[in-house]
T-cell receptor, first 112, second 113 residues
Framework: AQTVTQSQPEMSVQEAETVTLSCTYD???????LFWYKQPPSRQMILVIR??????QNATENRFSVNFQKAAKSFSLKISDSQLGDAAMYFC?????????FGTGTRLTIIP | GAGVSQSPSNKVTEKGKDVELRCDPI?????LYWYRQSLGQGLEFLIY????????KSGLPSDRFSAERTGGSVSTLTIQRTQQEDSAVYLC???????????FGEGSWLTVV
């Protein structure tokens, strides 16, 4: 079975500062993928970043980057130069065995 | 279409009525997923389609829930004899194939009164 744990229900960060959202997961699959999704109040789930488990290099997308520690089964998201538009629920997810499993989410607030 | 399309976007129904929720995936996407998100909660997996077949129905909460997909495209999630605990946002997603990025629709907000 796959599990995804996000231990931070809420986080806040000052605009232009950096914030890191934590995520740990458990899976018995050898071939899997990890994602961070963002869900603003509009409730549309938007892909933020994707990491293939077989790749050692951490994925980056502009201001978003991950710290993927495969042995520790940790997949944290770093948001640099936080902007007001980054305010949303962030979900960590693990895709393996044809199923996408989500964590319970972290609500990120940006302080102007 | 350009993205995953879901209808209706909002539905209010009386307890005991049946509802149908529709999902039109991105053209060419073979994999289609249904999730349920209750207010302030995470996403609960319901069912997954590969083509027209559903290898994993383990997430369906009860036998009141069913889903089908025809022509490898549009999918319908049906909830019979709705209950108040069925109130949630029902999210549909699709991907090109296993391991590819999964794209979500905007969801169907179901309220059972």
């Amino acid at each position: 079975a796959q599990t995804v744990t996000q231990s931070q229900p809420e986080m806040s960060v000052q605009e232009a500062e950096t914030v890191t959202l934590s995520c740990t997961y458990d899976t018995s699959e050898s071939d899997y993928y990890l994602f961070w999704y963002k869900q603003p109040p509009s409730r549309q789930m938007i892909l933020v970043i994707r990491q293939e488990a077989y790749k050692q290099q951490n994925a980056t997308e502009n201001r978003f980057s991950v710290n993927f520690q495969k042995a520790a089964k940790s997949f944290s998201l770093k948001i640099s130069d936080s902007q007001l538009g980054d305010a949303a629920m962030y979900f960590c997810s693990n895709f393996g065995n044809e199923k996408l499993t989500f964590g319970t989410g972290t609500r990120l607030t940006i302080i102007p | 279409g350009a993205g995953v399309s879901q209808s209706p976007s909002n539905k209010v129904t009386e307890k005991g009525k049946d509802v149908e929720l529709r999902c039109d995936p991105i053209s060419g996407h073979t994999a289609l997923y249904w999730y349920r998100q209750s207010l302030g909660q995470g996403l609960e997996f319901l069912i997954y389609f590969q083509g027209n077949s559903a290898p994993d129905k383990s997430g369906l909460p009860s036998d009141r829930f069913s889903a089908e997909r025809t022509g490898g495209s549009v999918s319908t999630l049906t909830i019979q004899r709705t209950q108040q605990e069925d109130s949630a946002v029902y999210l549909c997603a699709s991907s090109l194939s296993f391991g590819n990025t999964i794209y979500f629709g905007e969801g169907s907000w179901l309220t059972v009164v």
